[in-house]
């Protein structure tokens, strides 16, 4: 909804939301082909704005533009994937350590009702998958450092389509009160060394898992 305050996102702006969610919820498949007309049409505008937004989805590596036949989602192979952990298990850990001497009792309760959220919606793999990545992102915005807040979220955005196939296959109940609330007691002893541990150790846990899926 737009309010008095705030500013109409533009025609690329709206394309770009369009197809980034349906890449992340896995309307938009690895593999399928967006034609930029089609895209136009359903949006009720020109083809100018679907063509940069896939530029833009293109840098981020999430599309492959093909000359004159639109675009081709991209997705991840099994290496990408298992690189895309990594990377996050080492940003997510020093993004926590970063934050903990910026946390107060305000953020802790925060971060107890997102996991609230977690639990509230363990049946619903759409929701929970959302109110995970929330999670993540909230705590990670703590350490209130831009450009690592951004790597983290473009690194989010990337697999997240991998872990609903993932959830989808391996349908079980989400382990939100024990590893996200071992994080949340971590940050409460202000131990960066023990914040780095389970941040790491929990983003890697469903690597091993993810990985199988991928190589059949």
């Not at 036949?69 to 997705?75: E, K, P, S, T």
């Not at 290496?79 to 305000?106: C, H, K, W, Y």
């Not at 639990?119 to 929701?127: G, K, N, V, Y």
Request: net charge negative; glycine share 4%.
């Amino acid at each position: 909804m737009v309010t008095p305050f705030s500013t109409p996102a533009t025609a690329e702006e709206e394309a770009y939301r369009f197809l980034l969610d349906g890449i992340r919820l896995g309307q938009f498949k690895a593999g399928d082909r967006l034609v930029p007309d089609e895209i136009a049409s359903q949006l009720g505008m020109s083809r100018m704005p679907v063509r940069e937004a896939f530029r833009r989805l293109a840098t981020q590596e999430l599309l492959t533009i093909r000359p004159n036949r639109g675009a081709v989602v991209r997705g991840l192979s099994h290496d990408e994937a298992i690189e895309v952990f990594e990377m996050r298990s080492v940003l997510e850990a020093q993004a926590a350590t970063v934050a903990i001497n910026r946390i107060g009792p305000s953020d802790i309760d925060d971060l107890e009702r997102r996991l609230d959220a977690m639990d509230r919606c363990a049946e619903d793999l759409s929701a929970w998958i959302t109110e995970h990545r929330d999670f993540h992102l909230y705590l990670c915005g703590l350490s209130a450092r831009p450009r690592l807040i951004a790597q983290i979220s473009a690194l989010h955005i990337c697999i997240e389509p991998h872990m609903r196939l993932w959830l989808q296959s391996t349908y079980k109940p989400r382990p939100s009160r024990d590893e996200h609330g071992f994080i949340i007691e971590a940050l409460r002893r202000k131990s960066p060394e023990l914040i780095e541990s389970v941040v790491r150790e929990h983003v890697c846990s469903t690597l091993e898992t993810l990985a199988k899926l991928m190589r059949t």
